[in-house]
């Protein structure tokens, strides 16, 4: 995946590799029986959150709301849900 990173022409490879890795990781926690959705959401909220950084320094004319929000919603949100119906 890092080499996909620093070719020009292999840089769309670097989408595939992430997803095969992220569904990697689902399928490795669930066989290990983790039931939490923390794990399965938060590096995909990084992995946003990480992207929108990068968009936000290379266009001056993104919004954070555009950018960042997704990430963060989406690794907050599922605590959030977890807290209110555990109690």
Do not use: K, N, Q
Not at 16 to 32: E, H, K, M, R, T
Not at 46 to 62: C, F, I, K
């Amino acid at each position: 995946m890092t080499h996909a990173l620093v070719h020009p022409s292999r840089r769309g490879l670097t989408w595939a590799g992430a997803g095969l890795f992220l569904l990697a990781s689902w399928v490795w926690l669930g066989d290990v029986g983790i039931t939490a959705p923390e794990p399965y959401t938060l590096p995909l909220a990084v992995g946003l959150v990480v992207v929108g950084l990068v968009r936000l320094r290379r266009d001056p004319r993104a919004t954070t709301t555009g950018t960042l929000v997704p990430g963060l919603l989406l690794g907050t949100l599922p605590r959030w849900r977890g807290c209110s119906t555990t109690r």
